[in-house]
């Protein structure tokens, strides 16, 4: 396989780029080349590879270069978020085992990568990375998440929520509450806005950097073919919105976030169940055959982590779907663990001393904003 490293696409390779993207099976629009116009935004080198057979593509991977904390000069990681693209898993070895030979990568530790398989395939395609000497690297052996059918006409989408979902959409179908679509910044400002106050904040994650927001609307979520926000409305008052992307096939659900206190005023109104649909509805006209519910499992236990958000996704009916988890390949073992252990104190730390999280200099700086 023939191995290219590019720092930019000229028009005749963005092209390419694309139509390859939109036939493959594990297409996924973080490896949209818009997307690394709001890495570069942020500050993050970004690394093109493309794999070819008989000058042909067969792989694609747009990688994020994250620099070692501790050796000037060298990168930490290349991040492929949920990448690479390839639809064979021969050839997705060889991909990255040629990618990792590239002089491109001489000064990398580790490589990093999250493709968009899922199921039997995701199972297949962990098994011959393991033999490839790739290593799980997220808590889990795989991720979770919940898919549903587009190919449902739109009434029976609605129809096949859970009946208190049903329910909720018709009261806010029969108010004065508006779905609309953020076409200015300032809309998509205050979704942002309010996720880092109202859903960020609470769980003492890292806020959404302006940056970070300003290029993903003016690449992204401006652009209908790939991205949307949907922001629900009493008058001027913000209830809630829901950020999504999508490929050719697949829409993904990023973002969500509501007011409760907005709500409150409006009669506890859940503007929740409209949002998604309305979410679904613009992924199937766009022509997506499934959506992506971003994380889901059916759990009982009420004290799981993540059983809120769970329960609020279960109201849609996704089918729970395993996806393959992130692997990391290690190509300088003594600069990547010594790049590790600073990181590996600090979540120690955190893990004993839960309130240290609140000690971040962006979460204090976001504080001091609001």
């Known amino acids: ?9 000229t028009d005749v390779q963005m092209s390419e780029w694309r139509d390859f993207l939109a036939k493959a099976r594990h297409q996924h629009p973080r490896q949209d080349p818009r997307f690394a116009e709001v890495e570069r935004a942020m500050g993050h080198p970004v690394m093109f590879a493309t794999g070819r057979r008989d000058g042909r593509l067969c792989a694609v991977g747009i990688f994020v270069l994250q620099p070692n904390r501790l050796v000037l000069g060298r990168m930490a990681a290349a991040s492929a978020l949920s990448g690479p693209v390839c639809d064979s898993a021969s050839d997705m070895i060889a991909f990255l085992q040629g990618l990792a030979a590239q002089d491109h990568l001489a000064k ?55 009946r208190s979902a049903r329910r909720k959409v018709r009261l806010v179908d029969k108010s004065d509450i508006e779905i609309r679509t953020a076409t200015r910044f300032e809309e998509a400002e205050t979704f942002f806005e309010r996720l880092n106050t109202l859903v ?101 236990d009420k004290s799981h982590p993540n059983f809120n958000v769970y329960e609020y996704k279960r109201e849609f009916k996704p089918t729970h779907v395993r996806r393959i988890a992130e692997h990391t390949l290690v190509l300088n073992a003594a600069s990547h663990s010594a790049n590790a252990l600073p990181g590996q104190v600090k979540n120690e730390l955190k893990r004993l001393f839960p309130k240290l999280r609140q000690l971040s200099p962006k979460r204090l700086l976001s504080a001091r904003r609001r």
């Not at 396989?1 to 696409?9: G, P, R, V």
């Open 108 to 162: 990398v530790d580790a490589l990093r990568i999250t493709p968009y398989w899922l199921e039997q395939e995701a199972d297949d395609l962990a098994a011959a990375l393991a033999q490839a000497g790739f290593r799980i690297s997220d808590p889990e052996p795989h991720r979770d998440t919940g898919m549903i059918d587009l190919a449902l006409t739109e009434d029976d989408l609605r129809a096949s929520f859970s």
């Open 200 to 300: 960020i904040a609470r769980h003492n994650l890292t806020p959404v950097p302006r940056a970070e927001y300003e290029a993903g609307f003016r690449h992204v979520f401006n652009d209908p073919s790939i991205g949307v926000i949907f922001n629900a409305y009493h008058g001027d008052v913000f209830l809630g919105g829901l950020l999504l992307y999508r490929s050719g096939t697949t829409a993904h659900a990023r973002r969500y976030v509501a007011d409760p206190e907005a709500a409150r005023d409006v009669g506890n109104l859940r503007v929740a169940p409209a949002l998604w649909l309305e979410g679904m509805f613009w992924a199937k006209r766009a022509g997506c055959t499934r959506f992506d519910v971003e994380g889901f499992l059916p759990v009982e």
């Open 1 to 9: 396989m023939d191995i290219d490293c590019l720092n930019a696409l």
